[in-house]
């Protein structure tokens, strides 16, 4: 299994951003995917979930109303769109694939993991 992501830059606070993340050996519309962030010197937290089929979303509380999860089954892509971006939100970004069809918040029900793309916004 591989998970690319892509999309991350440098924005300014209240600019948007969409990432991507192509999966490939993989049945993609099987598994939950998810969303996480990991600042310098902080753990790694959840942003966002989505069932396999894509009718469930879970989002964190700080992104709510702004980060939308989406995927597209057909080409293997997940995507986070970024909106009116925080600079404490500056972090690394991982797309994750759930051992589960249903998506899950918590980082050990992952199964493989993306290399991270970074996101820095500045004040």
């Known amino acids: 299994v591989q998970l690319i992501e892509s999309g991350g830059g440098v924005v300014q606070a209240g600019d948007s951003l969409r990432l991507s993340c192509e999966a490939s050996g993989v049945a993609f519309s099987v598994y939950g995917m998810g969303w996480f962030r990991q600042a310098p010197g902080k753990e790694r937290e959840f942003v966002a979930t989505l069932s396999g089929t894509g009718s469930d979303r879970q989002y964190a509380d700080s992104v709510k109303g702004r980060f939308t999860i989406s995927r597209e089954n057909a080409k293997n892509m997940l995507f986070l769109q970024m909106n009116n971006l925080k600079p404490e939100e500056t972090a690394v970004y991982y797309c994750?694939?759930?051992?589960?069809?249903?998506?899950?918040?918590?980082?050990?029900?992952?199964?493989?993991w993306g290399q991270g793309t970074q996101v820095t916004v500045s004040a």
């Open positions: 994750a694939r759930d051992r589960q069809p249903w998506g899950a918040t918590t980082a050990v029900r992952y199964a493989d």
